[in-house]
């Protein structure tokens, strides 16, 4: 059953946190290495998953397909945290500056979009990460990112083109069950060390996080990096 494969994971993920907070403490090392370690847990779960309910064949998944990147995508402190440890310790100057030029013409539109028009403006907008229709930080994605997929390239490629907001995407539980799982153990143990689980959308979490001096030590505070 997946809720027992769930309930393992979890138990597991319980056990390697507390081996690293044994030798790192709470700390910027520590923080990274445990959301390391979530991810790559996760991703293992679901593909042992999906392969023993048979449907992992079935996803139409696929490098160069990003109908699904073009939403808005929230993201915790967390996640924009070790985001910006990512891209800080790999990209150029160049690529950083287009990121940036990319952030900033996002939030610039967004300010001059009226409520009812937002939605919209979202689903046609791509991702700041996505480069020839591929993801540039795919290790390090958003969990909301890492849980969504589909079983027709089709349905996505109609929902895209219509614009229809709500249209149906055939799909399996396993993605949303093991990562929502993760990233609810994941916010409970920020907040259990007074760390805030306040989300943004991730163009504005960006920014925010580039721009501060130490973004680790604040949050790690129980500064809240959104306000």
């Known amino acids: 059953m997946i809720q ?40 293992e779960y679901v593909s042992v998953s999906e392969l023993k309910e048979n449907v992992a064949s079935r996803i139409e998944c696929n490098v160069g397909c990003c109908y699904c990147c073009h939403t808005r995508v929230s993201v915790t402190p967390a996640e924009s945290l070790i985001i910006c440890h990512h891209i800080k310790s790999r990209y150029s100057l160049k690529q950083m500056d287009t990121l940036m030029k990319r952030i900033v013409s996002i939030l610039r539109q967004l300010k001059e979009k009226a409520e009812n028009e937002l939605e919209l403006f979202w689903s046609k907008t791509p991702c700041v990460f996505l480069d020839n229709d591929k993801c540039s930080i795919y290790s390090v994605r958003p969990f909301i990112c890492r849980a969504w997929h589909s ?35 994941l916010n409970d143990f920020s907040e259990s060390n007074g760390c805030s689980t306040t989300r943004r959308d991730l163009p504005t979490a960006l920014r925010i996080t580039l721009a501060h001096n130490d973004p680790f030590e604040a949050w790690l505070r129980g500064e809240n990096l959104f306000q």
């Open 4 to 43: 027992d494969d769930v309930k393992r994971l979890i138990k597991k993920t319980e056990k390697l946190v507390s081996e690293i907070i044994s030798v790192h403490g709470i700390s910027r090392e520590s923080i990274l290495s445990i959301i390391e370690s979530v991810y790559r847990d996760g991703d």
């Open 151 to 185: 079983l027709s390239k089709d349905q996505c490629q109609r929902a895209f083109e219509s614009e229809n907001q709500d249209a149906e995407i055939d799909s399996t539980p396993f993605r949303g069950m093991i990562y929502g799982t993760l990233r609810k153990f």
